[in-house]
């Protein structure tokens, strides 16, 4: 710690306390007889020798380390070292080095300090007068502390507390850094997922570990981000179940990509096929039938032929009459007709014959009949299954000679799923076709991602069947 004003103005008046208890102490009477050099070491001279390093207890204790003492006599107005401390300046030693403190502590009996340079060295003093028996002031009793002892232990001190500040500085300045640091990653968190959500990725959260103002922002983000989803949800549900009263088809025929962008009396002409679909005898069938059960029978029926429908860009309509009951009303954009020019044997030449084991799997046994049929038609060997576990069994029992396994997605008693990891787990060079009268990009993803080759919209056209089918097998030779 560095020895400022205030704390060596301290040590000033403690030197010259010392300097005032230590006379005191110093037998004035024994001083007084001491008037010649060669009194020098008789019993006088030893009795206060010894004295003085009572005083200071032979320096033995660390608060007494350092000082050390001088006893003056004056003669003539001149200073003489009467008494020194190891003895080294004999008796009546003159001492030119007086200053005005000395004087005044000898003429006027006051107790003071200075610091001053004497012989050889830089000293700091506390001075008080010795007085004999009578009150009569016979000398000067010096306190010293060495000067440059002071100094050097105040250049130690200085340069400790310079290193102490240099340290804590580079240790703010590393807490600052890292403090920085993780702020910024936490910010750099927050902004990645903002533009992740901006982008449309609705599903981001963060994590952000810190008990602060940014951590809070990081829990406010998340918070904001689950109202923002679940409202695109709830908007995405709406959607779904307006399009299933106003088809999307129909929206786009209008023009309207959005059915909130469709206004009363929008209208447009074109040419279109509209097929009227009639179920035989529904009504005596609907009437033995239970709600749930009619809606399960439509629901049967619309599930084979709205991928058609859709697969050939049409849409359905529905309208309800009282007294006259419901009608589907099935629109086609209008195509004109081509001639055939190929029978089935040039359709058959067309096609170069290729043979190849290929397994179908799907529980429809018209599906499985058609791709069978036009595999045939093809040059092309396929073996059909309505029920997967026998086609499983079929393959594990074939491997070796089976290419191509194309497999409906639906079926009730054994997904599509399960079969694409079957054959995936146990024969991976097998490719695997999965197919769905109607599917979306997330079923694709989901079933590339278990393995599927590709993905197929369920075909119903003869040609079609055999091309696609003829392009696997090029594609996994």
Request: proline share 3%; net charge negative.
């Amino acid at each position: 710690m560095v020895i400022f004003t205030k704390d060596r103005k301290s040590l000033y008046n403690n030197v010259a306390m010392i300097a005032q208890i230590a006379s005191e102490k110093i037998d004035g009477n024994a001083l007084e007889r001491i008037t010649e050099p060669r009194h020098f070491m008789n019993n006088d001279y030893n009795k206060i020798l010894t004295q003085m390093h009572t005083i200071m207890n032979d320096n033995a204790d660390p608060w007494n380390a350092l000082p050390y003492s001088r006893i003056y006599k004056v003669y003539n107005n001149l200073f003489y070292i009467t008494c020194d401390w190891s003895s080294r300046y004999g008796v009546f030693y003159p001492y030119p080095y007086a200053t005005e403190v000395h004087k005044n502590a000898y003429f006027k009996g006051q107790i003071g300090f200075t610091r001053y340079t004497d012989f050889d060295s830089d000293l700091i003093v506390g001075v008080a007068p010795i007085k004999n028996k009578a009150g009569k002031i016979v000398g000067v009793y010096e306190v010293i502390i060495d000067g440059y002892v002071m100094d050097e232990v105040n250049s130690i001190f200085t340069r400790q507390l310079t290193q102490g500040l240099i340290l804590s500085l580079i240790v703010f300045l590393i807490i600052s850094i890292g403090f920085i640091l993780l702020l910024m990653f936490s910010l750099r968190k927050l902004r990645d997922a903002i533009n992740a959500v901006s982008s449309g990725n609705l599903n981001t959260t963060i994590e952000i570990k810190s008990r602060d103002e940014v951590g809070d922002l990081g829990k406010g983000f998340n918070i904001m981000a689950g109202y923002i989803r679940n409202y695109i949800n709830e908007i995405t549900h709406l959607n779904k179940v307006y399009f299933k009263f106003v088809p999307n088809e129909f929206s786009k025929f209008l023009g309207r990509s959005n059915i909130i962008d469709l206004k009363l009396g929008d209208q447009v002409e074109k040419e279109m096929s509209v097929l009227f679909s009639d179920i035989r005898s529904f009504t005596s069938l609907s009437e033995t039938m239970s709600p749930e059960e009619n809606f399960n029978f439509i629901n049967a029926y619309l599930r084979r032929v709205g991928p058609l429908i859709r697969q050939h860009k049409g849409f359905i309509d529905v309208t309800s009459t009282l007294g006259v009951g419901t009608t589907f009303y099935i629109y086609l954009p209008a195509k004109e007709e081509q001639p055939v020019k190929e029978d089935s044997t040039q359709l058959l030449q067309s096609l170069q014959v290729t043979v190849a084991p290929i397994v179908i799997i799907d529980d429809d046994d018209n599906i499985c009949l058609l791709y069978k049929e036009a595999l045939k038609i093809g040059g092309l060997q396929a073996t059909a299954f309505t029920d997967p576990y026998e086609a499983l069994e079929y393959i594990d029992e074939n491997s070796n000679s089976i290419k191509i396994v194309v497999s409906d997605v639906r079926m009730p008693s054994h997904s599509g799923e399960r079969v694409l990891q079957h054959i995936k787990n146990k024969h991976p060079n097998i490719t695997v076709i999965m197919m769905s009268g109607y599917y979306d990009d997330k079923m694709k993803k989901e079933l590339m991602h278990l393995g599927a080759n590709d993905v197929w919209q369920k075909m119903y056209d003869i040609q079609e069947i055999v091309t696609k089918i003829k392009g696997a097998i090029k594609t996994d030779a």
